[in-house]
């Protein structure tokens, strides 16, 4: 049988829509209970915010990057201002997480997509730019658990080994489809991996395979 990896990550940020603040401790609760190992890119206001949520992802055994400190579209930054802003993203992580997040880097609202300077920008500052294969628009709030779930399961099986799935920390949605679609995927034979387990990842935002989309 080949192998089946699935990444699951998570962009750990402050909500732009109505959500519960407890709802990464309760991603975080279900991911421990279920033993999965996912990736968190983490705004650095966001882990000032709630440090001792952000702790609790690399406790769990989480891979750590880097989302940025003010969660600006990046293409709209000068390369001092990105700079800073990677810079101050970095500071937290490090003071609050106790690690580096270096190479990982995800531009909010994959910005970076067709902007090939902000991606040498971050490549100067040691970063590598991770995009996605399968976005479910958990932040969607017309948008279902179920949704979510067959956004993600359906999209990984069609696309197989190496799918990346990119998951926000703070919808509603996304903490009661988490179980269902880590157990749907081991039964389909998928192992759940961070995504320093996998040999190639998709380039910055938006890739060019086609992105499977929850149904309400």
């Known amino acids: 049988m080949s192998e089946f990896r699935v990444a699951l990550t998570f962009d750990a ?7 519960a603040f407890s709802n990464a401790d309760r991603l975080l ?25 952000a702790r609790r992802i690399v ?14 579209r990046m293409p709209l930054l000068t390369a001092d201002g990105l700079a800073t802003d990677v810079a101050d993203a970095e500071g937290a992580i490090r003071e609050h997480l ?3 997040p270096r190479p990982w880097f995800r531009c909010p609202f994959g910005s ?5 300077v902000v991606v040498e920008r971050l490549t100067a500052l040691g970063y590598r730019e991770v995009g996605w294969h399968i976005d479910p628009q958990d932040w969607e709030p017309t948008n279902s658990p179920e949704g979510v779930v067959r956004a993600v399961v359906d999209g990984a099986l069609a696309r197989g080994d190496g799918t990346v799935v990119l998951d926000h920390t703070w919808p509603d949605q996304t903490v009661v ?10 039964d389909a034979g998928a192992t759940l ?6 040999p190639e990842l998709p380039g910055p935002g938006r890739v060019a395979a086609p992105q499977v989309v929850g149904n309400r």
């Open 193 to 198: 991996v961070r995504l320093d387990a996998l």
């Open 59 to 72: 406790d769990g055994g989480h891979l750590v990057g880097n989302h940025s400190h003010y969660h600006a």
């Open 13 to 19: 940020e402050h909500p732009d829509r109505p959500a």
């Open 177 to 186: 489809a988490i179980p269902i679609i880590v157990g749907r995927l081991r």
């Open 29 to 53: 609760d279900e991911l421990d209970r279920l033993d999965v190992s996912g990736t968190f890119f983490v705004q650095g206001r966001w882990a000032e915010a709630f440090p001792a949520t």
């Open 98 to 100: 106790g690690v580096d």
């Open 112 to 116: 970076a997509a067709d902007h090939p």
